[in-house]
């Protein structure tokens, strides 16, 4: 596995504390039966019960950030915001490691915002495609971002960067 970057935004500004986890194609769409007639539209439920700092519409902008990116560079493209220990850089690497799938196809972001601490992990594969610069200057674009408390505008700037320096795939047999 190869590390690309990975930064502490700046102690003058940034999104407060959080903790959740949002995967690719990970999260499911709400239980429509028992609705009711009050507004839920700014408030998303997770697995355990909590209310996330998501509404439906950032996780649409997430998830189509997430696909595009994954579709028009043929790398795979994971998220993860949360407390990453520690040791972020490590548990950064583990929790690519365990994404699932051709790890060394894919890119993780992981984000904990209570830490104020962003780490982009390639695998070996996408390292090649996707260079330490091009990771540093997403890097550098989505802390400026967070300083200001866009978490979501944060990530889909930084995951279209990224996928900008990837480029497409090569066609092979062409």
Known sequence: MSTAFSA???????????????????HQPADTRGTSTADTSGSVVDESGGTTPFSYQDLSR?????TMSSKETGLRFTLYIGELGTDTRST???????????????VLVAISPGQRVLEIVTGTAAARR?????????VLSMTNRLGSGDLVGAIVNGL?????????????GH
């Open 8 to 26: 502490a935004p700046s102690p003058s500004g940034g999104p407060g504390p959080m903790s959740q986890q949002l995967a690719t194609r990970d």
């Open 62 to 66: 997430l998830d189509e950030a997430l």
């Open 92 to 106: 950064a690497e583990d929790l690519h490691s365990r994404s699932g799938g051709d790890t060394s196809n894919s």
């Open 130 to 138: 996707l260079p330490d610069r091009a990771c540093a200057l997403a």
């Open 160 to 172: 279209r960067q990224m996928s900008d320096a990837a480029g497409h795939p090569s066609r092979r």
